[in-house]
């Protein structure tokens, strides 16, 4: 069992299920249990609530039901939204090049370097700045009329930094090439309206705004090209094959609605956290660096790199003092190499293997913070000290 003792500043890797979103959710694992594919009372039952929850996820982000597919997570939207467009356009009208950002999720990128070399797509690189943003222009130097699809996170979940997604959208739109952004941790804090950000598909899992695992959405904008990757039934127009999950549905949709209000309270509350802890962090830690925009990052994020410090080694240390934080990307436990996000902000070996990210939540305290913060310098030093530099 998890000691109560321990502080939870993980909140990017995943959240509580709000129990307003459990209470919602109970029901339709017994009670409206229907098919929502069945033509009888039972299947009508759990079909309602089925397009009730598309109705509010359309409204929240600004589209029609018919643009809302759900998922079963963040990752399989993204490979949606990856392969089903690049396969269409590839063959509608021969477009075989995929651009995306070297700052992706896994989810975005693999699956690229999948298309690249097992189906013959070519992925370009797009270059980011030291903070991780693309930067628009290029964008308009790097795509092509054979352009299949443009990829750009939103929001990284590494380094926190946001991307200037509405700018890119409406250069690939000019350009008639259809674009998605991973909005997987994004959607947790950011406002979310298809038409603001310009973009013709969008990734969201529920995981991150406090609703279950293994849910998850991807917008399609009508009239673009797509092939389904899950094939089978008729679910999902076309576009997604399987019996619908519909108590994890519902409860995406719910917990969406709760992350999608009163945002900007929230914000005020944590980016005052925040950026305690990156002031404190810099001025208390030596070789220390934020990783990420300074401002323009997500408001619950802060991410830092310590010179010559495994991070490894300092994420099982602060776990023993209590603190559960991340390196920003999924467990590199006994991978020695620093993250791909991190080496294409410029930044070297000896500092990019000694990464820390922390990010907060609604139940994170200021008290939680300040003794994190007494705590994060000495063992760095420790680390430091174990290894001559
Ligand atoms: C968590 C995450 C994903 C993957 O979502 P899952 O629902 O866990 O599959 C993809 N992209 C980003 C940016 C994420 O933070």
């Known amino acids: 069992m998890r000691d109560n003792s321990m502080i939870f500043l993980d909140f990017a890797s995943t959240t509580p299920v709000d129990p307003r979103v459990v209470e919602t959710m109970l029901p339709f694992f017994d009670q409206i249990y229907g098919n929502s594919s069945s033509t009888h009372q039972f299947g009508q039952q759990a079909e309602k609530a089925l397009e009730d929850s598309r109705q509010t996820v359309a409204e929240l982000i600004g589209a029609s039901p018919r643009e809302v597919v759900f998922t079963s997570c963040g990752s399989e939207s993204d490979n949606l939204a990856l392969r089903g467009v690049a396969f269409a356009e590839r063959n509608q009208r021969g477009a075989s090049h995929i651009l995306i950002s070297p700052v992706e999720h896994h989810a975005v990128s693999n699956t690229a370097l999948q298309l690249q070399e097992l189906h013959g797509f070519e992925v370009e690189f797009l270059h980011v700045d030291q903070y991780g943003i693309v930067d628009p222009d290029e964008v308009t130097r ?28 409406e250069i690939c739109r000019a350009r008639g090439v259809r674009f998605h952004t991973d909005s997987v941790q994004g959607a947790a804090h950011l406002p979310i309206n298809v038409n603001d950000l310009n973009v013709d598909l969008i990734s969201i899992g529920a995981h991150k705004f406090y609703g279950p695992k293994g849910v998850g959405v991807l917008f399609v904008r009508e009239g673009t090209p797509i092939y389904p990757t899950q094939t089978g039934g008729g679910q999902e127009y076309n576009l997604r094959a399987g019996t619908h999950n519909t108590p994890y549905i519902v409860g995406m949709a719910k917990a969406f609605e709760l992350a999608q209000v009163n945002h900007e309270e929230r ?14 962090v810099l001025a208390t830690v030596p070789d220390s660096k934020v990783t990420g925009h300074p401002t323009i990052r997500l408001p619950n994020h802060a991410s830092f790199v310590f010179k010559n410090v495994d991070g490894n080694t300092l994420l099982m240390m602060l776990d023993a003092a209590g603190y559960a934080c991340s390196s920003g990307s999924a467990c590199k436990t006994g991978d020695p190499e620093p993250s791909d996000v991190l080496t294409s902000l410029g930044l070297s070996r000896e500092w990019a293997l000694g990464s820390l990210r922390l990010t907060l939540g609604q139940t994170t305290k200021l008290r939680d913070i300040e003794g994190f913060l007494e705590t994060l310098p000495t063992l760095v030093s420790q680390i430091r000290e174990l290894v001559p530099q």
Not at 267 to 280: G, L, P
């Open 142 to 169: 790097r795509i092509r009329p054979d352009t299949a699809i443009v990829s750009v996170i939103h929001a990284n979940n590494e380094i926190g930094t946001i991307n200037p997604i509405g700018v890119i959208g």
């Open 267 to 280: 914000h005020h509350k944590y980016i005052q956290m925040r950026d305690q802890i990156i002031e404190q």
